[in-house]
């Protein structure tokens, strides 16, 4: 089964900003549209964004439109998440996950999806 690794959380004031990445070791993903998700105590797990395997079709969440930008380098095999105007709650795990259902704002994972790494913390706060 296919693990993606997240990186690039951290501590972060409000409106300050982030870049998440999201790889795979040994396997391309080229022809995989790759969701993020996210993850706060307490809450259902999110999704957020995703992109399309070849980068044309973007989706976001309501809450994070205009502030997060998704992207993809398919000659690096890495999905990108650019986070800015960061709020406090944002503050979450963020994961990110292969062939995701998109439809306008609403970012689902795949049925029956179960290959969730360990995610990335991002914490915003003063």
């Known amino acids: 089964q296919v693990q993606l690794v997240e990186s690039g959380g951290g501590l972060v004031q409000p409106g300050g900003s982030l870049t998440l990445s999201c790889t795979a070791s040994?396997?391309?993903?080229?022809?995989?549209?790759i969701g993020w998700f996210r993850q706060s105590p307490g809450n259902w797990r999110e999704g957020i964004s995703c992109i399309s395997d070849t980068g044309r079709n973007r989706h976001y969440e309501g809450s994070v439109e205009g502030r997060f930008t998704i992207s993809r380098d398919n000659s690096r095999n890495i999905v990108y998440l650019q986070m800015n105007n960061l709020k406090p709650e944002d503050t979450a795990v963020y994961y990110c996950?292969?062939?995701?259902?998109?439809?306008?704002?609403?970012?689902?994972?795949?049925?029956?999806?179960?290959?969730w790494g360990q995610g990335t913390q991002v914490t915003v706060s003063s």
């Open positions: 040994e396997f391309a993903l080229n022809q995989h549209a």
């Open positions: 996950a292969m062939d995701p259902v998109c439809m306008g704002r609403r970012i689902d994972p795949r049925p029956g999806y179960s290959n």
